[in-house]
């Protein structure tokens, strides 16, 4: 499996490029599009989709750019749809910015799979950083957007935000996996499942 990341643009998000065969995924283009664009060339994939884990601005901000530039489709969560087109819910608004963008072209639920170069990307809805927050699974491998960081959680105080649906996200659909798989979230360090049932506060209370 090929995988490259960013960690620039807004609150310097993480901006994953994955795939194997020739084929692969952005996951949260928050890097400026010319970057991201620069790490597709250098992986050699062709990308299929630009798969949001939700839709906030520091998430989101470079995927018109991207969708004009490549063939792939935007994919998200339905009950995050709302999030791309209003500036008060992605939370552009904060900084002063009426930032919209172009609908999702497809929707995901949970437990979904694609199946992108030979990899399966499993789809796991965890409501509460956003409603239609998700992490996705490759293998050994599991992306956590906002939802699960090393040793924290995602914030909740923002639009349509729920504390005790995160908490009983990550308790329910992400502590059950196994210790060894590795966890790469949308900002800061990688960490494991096994690190993160030991250390973090928030699932340990």
Do not use: W
Request: net charge negative; charged share 20%.
């Amino acid at each position: 499996m090929i995988l490259e990341y960013l960690t620039t643009g807004m609150f310097s998000s993480n901006c994953y490029v994955v795939g194997d065969n020739g084929e692969g995924v952005i996951i949260d283009p928050g890097a400026n599009y010319t970057e991201i664009l620069e790490l597709v060339e250098k992986s050699g994939l062709k990308i299929k989709y630009i798969i949001l884990t939700h839709g906030h601005i520091d998430h989101i901000c470079s995927v018109d750019e991207l969708r004009s530039k490549i063939d792939a489709k935007v994919i998200m969560h339905q009950d995050d749809s709302e999030f791309l087109t209003n500036s008060l819910f992605n939370g552009a608004f904060m900084m002063g910015r009426n930032n919209a963008f172009n609908p999702a072209d497809e929707f995901v639920k949970d437990k979904d799979v694609l199946s992108v170069g030979g990899l399966i990307f499993e789809i796991i809805h965890t409501p509460g950083h956003t409603p239609g927050c998700i992490c996705i699974k490759v293998g050994n491998t599991l992306f956590t957007g906002d939802t699960l960081f090393k040793t924290s959680i995602g914030r909740t105080d923002l639009a349509k935000g729920d504390y005790g649906a995160i908490i009983d996200s990550i308790k329910t659909k992400l502590m059950n996996l196994d210790n060894e798989v590795i966890v790469y979230p949308g900002h800061g360090d990688s960490t494991t499942i096994g690190f993160e049932k030991r250390h973090n506060p928030f699932i340990n209370m």
